[in-house]
């Protein structure tokens, strides 16, 4: 085969040979000894072709899940016998095969290097095309089963939108908790009235000072999770009866909220890449009289979509040229799969009149902690008031853990593994859905995020899918839940941060069983 780096490159390859032989024991064939050469070494067999095929195999998922991005050099082949617990010889056949199947180039005296090869994907779904006229929210009596579903170890959880404790760093978490306690005593059993635990607020404001915004602890309310900061958000700003513009699909849990506030939900198109249409949003605030607008910019739920800074900036001015609040979902902020953690809408609001904040650490330390918070601006008396007459405070145990994890490092050491870890389930989850599910499914792409949107074929319904799998064991989120009118019956979200197993792959072949038989039955 050519090479661009003509003898050199050759005379690596012999040299790679030559290792592999002495490792191997290659270096003459015992006729009178089969299976070993002349000095008694035994000869490869079966399985250690198994074994290598196996590691080559784990080294090409990697490569899928861009662990190890084109042009990039791999790690060196002792370090991953020692990662994959093998032989240099097995890793060295094993990288060697990657090469013959184009996923490699060896280069001379550096290692391995990985080709840019395209993989066929599915295409993603297209931009969204809700009603355009407001509605009150309909159909969620789902969502507590899928809640529900999530806590029942037969269950195979694809449904409900929580990480597996094997994502969060349940030791860090479980030692910062019992040091809270145990240092912090009388404090710790006090309640942290609003605003909240102030070693917390000041964390969080240096987190948000990263991100170009100029906010002092002070001006931080702590929240029992994303989930009531949006709560609060919403009721600081609206009255029963008014419209709230929403991405479509959105989070159930928003559409539950707006239902309870008694408010009508206005869905604007949706890009599963790009975020909510600005020109779509737009046109409806002409039409329609909108309180609010709520947003996910970061890697929204279902659809795992990411508005630039551009969009975002125009998104923050639209809104406060009409002087309508936007209510921004930074809830997967921290969880992109690679580069730079993306801004956030707040760092826009250079008046800071329009951007409400809302955030938690449930997607990346634990839902069971329940900390959150929201940066409300000129709406931080009401909020202080409202989150006192809802719950008094949120626990104070959490609120010191979270601070420690925050102030000493462990948070961020955390999410630098676990953004490898959900891009991975992610993209394995992806891979499998595009070969088990029927043709013509679509399935999104997100960057960041540990959830999928799959968009199948006409004639599969989500719903009796939803119904039918969970007779088996099996919990999916069916579209029409994401919907406050209930559209998308042809679709499914997929949360991809569960242990991957036996159990998961059965799961996943089961529900791409499912698809087509309602498929053959409507042929």
Avoid at 78 to 103: F, P, W
Avoid at 375 to 388: D, M, N, S, T, W
Avoid at 402 to 426: C, F, I, P, S, T
Avoid at 454 to 466: K, M
Wanted: charged share 25%; aromatic share 6%; with cysteine.
């Amino acid at each position: 085969m050519p090479s661009e780096y003509g003898g050199a490159d050759e005379r690596y390859r012999f040299k790679i040979q030559i290792l592999q032989r002495y490792r191997f024991g290659l270096s003459c064939i015992c006729t009178a000894h089969p299976g070993r050469n002349c000095d008694g070494v035994a000869m490869p067999t079966d399985s250690d072709r198994l074994l290598y095929e196996r590691i080559a195999q784990r080294i090409a998922q990697d490569l899928d899940s861009d662990i190890y991005r084109p042009g990039e050099r791999l790690p060196g082949v002792r370090k991953l016998a020692g990662q994959y617990g093998v032989s240099i010889a097995t890793v060295l056949e094993a990288c060697r095969r990657l090469e013959d199947g184009g996923r490699l180039k060896a280069r001379p005296r550096s290692g391995f290097f990985v080709l840019r090869t395209p993989r066929i994907r599915a295409r993603e779904p297209a931009i969204s095309n809700p009603p355009r006229m407001p509605s009150p929210v309909s159909g969620q009596d789902m969502a507590l089963q899928l809640a529900k579903a999530a806590n029942d170890p037969a269950m195979i959880g694809l449904g409900a939108a929580v990480p597996h404790a094997r994502f969060m760093p349940m030791h860090a978490v479980e030692r910062a908790l019992a040091r809270s306690v145990r240092e912090r005593g009388q404090a710790a059993a006090n309640y942290a009235f609003p605003p909240g635990e102030p070693a917390l607020r000041r964390q969080i404001a240096r987190r948000m000072a990263a991100l170009g915004c100029a906010v002092a602890p002070e001006e931080i309310v702590i929240t029992t999770g994303c989930h009531e900061a949006l709560r609060l958000a919403l009721k600081a700003v609206t009255r029963p009866g008014d419209t709230v513009a929403i991405e479509s699909p959105t989070f159930y849990g928003l559409l539950q909220v707006i239902d309870s506030l008694g408010l009508k939900a206005l869905e604007i198109p949706t890009h599963p890449r790009d975020g909510i249409s600005l020109e779509a949003l737009d046109f409806a605030l002409d039409q329609w009289p909108v309180a609010a607008c709520i947003v996910t910019p970061n890697f929204s739920n279902p659809l795992g979509s990411l508005m630039d800074e551009t969009r975002k900036r125009a998104l923050v001015r639209l809104l406060a040229a009409r002087g309508i609040a936007l209510i921004e979902d930074d809830v997967y902020g921290e969880l992109h799969h690679r580069g730079e953690r993306p801004g956030i809408c707040l760092a826009h609001d250079t008046q800071g009149a329009t951007v409400l904040h809302c955030a938690s650490v449930s997607k990346t330390l634990s839902p069971g902690l329940r900390v959150g918070w929201i940066v409300p601006g000129r709406h931080l008396p009401a909020i202080e008031f409202q989150k006192y007459l809802l719950n008094l405070a949120t626990p104070t145990v959490p609120q010191m853990a979270v601070a420690e994890l925050l102030e000493h490092g462990n948070y961020d050491r955390h999410l630098r593994q676990a953004r490898k870890d959900y891009a991975e389930a992610v993209e394995r989850m992806r891979r499998e859905v595009e070969r088990l599910f029927p043709d013509g499914t679509r399935v999104t792409q997100p960057e960041g995020g540990f959830v999928l949107w799959v968009e199948f074929p006409a004639g599969i319904d989500g719903e009796v899918l939803y119904r039918t799998a969970l007779t088996e064991g099996i919990s999916i989120a069916p579209g029409p839940i994401f919907s406050a009118t209930r559209k998308y019956r042809n679709c499914i979200r997929l949360n991809c941060a569960i242990p991957w197993d036996a159990r998961v792959e059965r799961a996943l072949a089961r529900l791409g069983q499912m698809a087509q038989l309602q498929l053959a039955a409507q042929a």
